[in-house]
């Protein structure tokens, strides 16, 4: 497994902005993808966004599509998740993730997993 370190997570009003980062020990390289998942209490985990390391790939899920934006720096074992136009649905604990690109948004696969960080909206 390869270790994530991820930050960036906070307390803002509805319409406000956060940006998390996630950082992998190691150099992943292309094959991987990292992300996010995302869960409220007593909700089921979802996926948030994803993209593959080195590619172009990327996925979000329905309720954050047009809002958040997933992107990588240029060593590709970094990603940020700028989150836009925030609700409170988007309240919960998020969880960056790292998997083979094959398996990318699987939860049940995932390979590493930071160790969450809180967002809350109020509104």
């Known amino acids: 497994q390869v270790p994530l370190v991820e930050s960036g997570g906070g307390s803002v009003q509805a319409g406000g902005s956060l940006r998390l980062s996630c950082a992998a020990s190691?150099?992943?390289?292309?094959?991987?993808?990292m992300g996010w998942f995302r869960q409220a209490p007593g909700k089921e985990r979802e996926g948030v966004a994803f993209?593959?390391?080195?590619?172009?790939?990327?996925h979000y899920g329905d309720s954050v599509r047009r809002r958040f934006t997933i992107s990588q720096d240029n060593t590709k074992n970094t990603v940020y998740l700028q989150m836009n136009s925030l609700k409170p649905e988007d309240t919960g604990m998020y969880y960056c993730?790292?998997?083979?690109?094959?398996?990318?948004?699987?939860?049940?696969?995932?390979?590493?997993w930071g160790q969450g960080t809180q967002v809350t909206v109020s509104p």
């Open positions: 993209t593959d390391i080195g590619g172009t790939y990327t």
């Open positions: 190691v150099y992943t390289g292309v094959g991987y993808c």
């Open positions: 993730a790292a998997a083979f690109k094959s398996t990318c948004g699987a939860a049940d696969l995932v390979r590493s």
